[in-house]
């Protein structure tokens, strides 16, 4: 029903900053998480951050916690991830999904990309020294 798609990816120097967006089609969220999530080659799936459309709460990976801001923009049905201080260990293709999860009752899978139904193609963040 709905539709994802990231932007934004691209290449950036170490140290440097770059922000992706998440724009959904199709359905307006109204409830719900928004997800990141990244993967390199070799490497899993990994968890980065997560949003509560309502209310704002926010989660993240302790990688990134400090250094990366989700947010959300509900008029313009999109999401963003702001990443500062890139390093080489955040390269990888980055992408966004939408759970129907409840943020307070199913806290503990908000990481668990098996609880998220909607995803977006992917965008790719190559950092380079």
């Known amino acids: 029903q709905v539709r994802l798609e990231e932007s934004g990816g691209g290449l950036v120097q170490a140290g440097n900053s770059l922000t992706l967006s998440c724009a959904a089609s199709?359905?307006?969220?109204?409830?719900?998480?928004m997800g990141w999530f990244r993967q390199a080659p070799g490497k899993e799936r990994e968890f980065v951050a997560a949003?509560?459309?309502?209310?704002?709460?926010?989660r993240y990976a302790t990688s990134v916690k400090g250094r990366f801001t989700i947010s959300r923009d509900s008029a313009k049905n999109t999401g963003y991830l702001q990443m500062n201080s890139l390093n080489s260990e955040d390269t990888a293709a980055y992408y966004c999904a939408l759970s129907s999860i409840r943020w307070t009752l199913d806290a503990g899978t908000i990481s668990d990309f098996h609880v998220y139904s909607s995803w977006g193609q992917g965008t790719q963040v190559t950092v380079s020294s």
């Open positions: 199709g359905s307006t969220i109204s409830r719900g998480v």
């Open positions: 949003i509560h459309w309502g209310g704002t709460s926010t």
